[in-house]
């Protein structure tokens, strides 16, 4: 059988230096918000060439807190992909936003530019990309559009870690990059973990103490923050696992090119493109008889997963919150599949996924 993804093998690698980290955060005796996140927090600004890292306890509130600390009024217009996990859009909704749908490219499953321009409004402040399954969004035209309109603008690169574009790491284009790092991740934690990356102290500043019951000295709370910290062990595994990631990240690539070069045309293969460094946290085909094709593979050993089965406009929780059609982000949810594409897999796995794919 070709698992889709392994957790337990995925970390073996890594398992004596994820014990001797273990080790030093139990015996130091400090859990929550002490050295080794600071010194993840350090690495990690480091790696994505960013000034500031704040560790937090999840993508998801990677995303809210950006948005909190804008300070926007009830109701204030924000801009999200209608492709994209409805993570983005919870965030716009926790903060009594009012999220703005805007469709995709179905080349690249990324949101389109000029579908952004197309939902501004005079009530419109902020915008929210996905760089989805790990391929980084158009940023040159984006941020153009967002200085054109004075608009912030927030990247959640939950799938991107490493990814580029023109040779600048997704999460520094913006105000803030806000990171996930669920264990599946291409730099995943053995838990929930996220970070908010950005460029000035004030933000740097805001963020932290919005992770922090609002508080920068205990017991004195200077704004309505939440419980959102990164914890110490989380962040002494996720420094282990940094060492790797761009071993990790040139693995997958590898992986992907045997799809892209061996599949053939019946498979909607992901879009290429010279000025994105894709890292594919997720390899996606798309196909009009997805659920046949899924079906297949897994008589043939093979699992994979639908990212996603269901769009954000048609979740029940979203009922009557958002208006409109979404045909491109409908059809692709439809017919997406994604393929094994982990750093457990051999490049014998794929082919021999590829040579059972063909034969459908």
Request: aromatic share 10%; glycine share 6%.
């Amino acid at each position: 059988m070709i698992d889709y993804e392994n957790l337990a093998a995925l970390n073996a690698p890594f398992r004596k230096e994820l014990e001797e980290a273990y080790s030093r955060v139990l015996q130091s005796g400090w859990f929550i918000l002490g050295n080794h996140v600071r010194q993840f927090e350090q690495e990690f600004a480091g790696y994505i060439q960013s000034p500031h890292c704040i560790g937090v306890a999840s993508g998801l509130d990677a995303i809210t807190l950006a948005l909190q600390s804008f300070n926007f009024s009830r109701g204030t217009e924000v801009i999200v992909p209608s492709n994209t996990y409805i993570a983005t859009i919870l965030s716009v909704l926790h903060c009594g936003l009012k999220p703005l749908l805007a469709e995709p490219y179905a080349d690249s499953c990324n949101i389109s530019v000029e579908e952004i321009e197309r939902c501004l409004t005079p009530n419109t402040k902020a915008v929210v990309v996905v760089h989805l399954y790990g391929k980084p969004c158009r940023m040159d035209k984006i941020t153009e559009l967002c200085r054109k309109h004075n608009l912030k603008l927030i990247e959640d690169c939950a799938q991107s870690h490493g990814a580029t574009f023109k040779g600048q790491m997704t999460g520094t284009f913006g105000d803030f990059g806000a990171f996930s790092f669920y264990p599946t991740k291409n730099l995943g934690a053995l838990g929930d973990a996220g970070a908010v990356t950005c460029k000035a102290e004030e933000q740097a500043a805001i963020i932290r103490k919005l992770r922090n019951y609002g508080s920068e000295k205990k017991y004195y709370n200077d704004l309505i923050g939440v419980n959102s910290r990164l914890d110490e062990m989380q962040a002494a595994f996720l420094s282990v696992k940094l060492k790797m990631l761009d071993q990790i990240n040139h693995h997958k690539r590898k992986l992907a090119a045997i799809y892209q070069q061996l599949l053939k045309d019946d498979f909607i293969k992901p879009k290429q493109e010279e000025d994105c460094f894709d890292v594919f946290h997720i390899y996606q085909v798309r196909h009009p008889q997805r659920d046949k094709l899924r079906e297949y593979l897994l008589k043939n050993n093979i699992k994979t997963e639908v990212h996603y089965p269901v769009p954000p406009h048609r979740q029940k929780a979203m009922h009557g919150m958002i208006k409109g059609e979404y045909p491109i982000s409908e059809e692709i949810h439809k017919t997406v599949l994604s393929l094994p594409v982990s750093f457990i897999h051999t490049e014998d796995d794929i082919y021999r996924v590829v040579e059972v794919m063909n034969k459908f």
